[in-house]
Structures are given as structure tokens and as C-alpha cells.
């Protein structure tokens, strides 16, 4: 069966799926219709999560992976009605897991600047006058 699931960086070395953390627990989402995947997407999209892409895999495949990495998985089924609070962590990202970010959309790690934001931009029109 294939599924819809969450990717950031898809297709470069610095892939990544998106998970929740629930309690000890971290848990990869698999939607049955994309259309659910896509919404989910666009509402972590408006939590300024990087935007993942929707991809579609093999449900087995995506199982495999969670068993070798100590993930849980969850089938979000077609018409999915939330039936109590972790339910409904299905259907709307948490808030509180956005912090937990520490890489940017092109996959590397933040890193510290010895440089402030203002000295940058003066460094940049610097750059752009050579031009």
C-alpha cells in the first residue's frame, strides 16, 4: 500500500521525516490521501516549519524505517475523525515541537556568525557597490 509522508530536503542527502514528539515518543505520520498530506504540510508551512515536500512510498518501507530508528508509526486513514487529544496531534502539528528545530531548510545546522545581522548587510552592499 502506498502511503503520503512528510520530507524535508527530499531527494538530497540531507532528507529528513517529519515526526511529532509525543511524550518519549517520536512518531512519523503516513496519510492515506494526500490531500490530508498537503494540508498538514501547509499548516506546519504556517508554524514557520521549512516546507516539506509530500512524498509517496511503499507503507512497508516507511515501517522498516521506523523499527530500525526506534520510531512509531501512525496511519492517518481516509476521512480520519480525531477520537481523543493524541488524535487530534494527528490532524494539527503541535506548537511546541517547532522550537526543536536546529537545522535550516538546506540541511545544515545553525551556526553562531562572529558577525551581527547589521555588519552582514553592510558587508553585502559592499559587495554589490564592486558590482
Known sequence: MRVFVLLFNAR???EGIHTI???????VLMFEEEDDALRYAMLLEAQDF??????TIDREEVEEFCNS??????????????????DRLLLSPPENNRDDIDWKA??????????????LDRIRRQLEGLL
Open 21 to 27: 514528539s509525543v511524550g518519549d515518543r517520536n512518531v
Open 106 to 119: 538546506d540541511g545544515k545546522a545553525e551556526e553562531d556568525s562572529e558577525f551581527s545581522n547589521t555588519e
Open 12 to 14: 538530497t542527502e540531507n
Open 69 to 86: 530508528g526506534d520510531y512509531e508509526c501512525k496511519l492517518i486513514p481516509k476521512g480520519f475523525v480525531p477520537q481523543n487529544e493524541f
Open 50 to 55: 521549512p516546507t516539506p515536500a509530500v512524498e
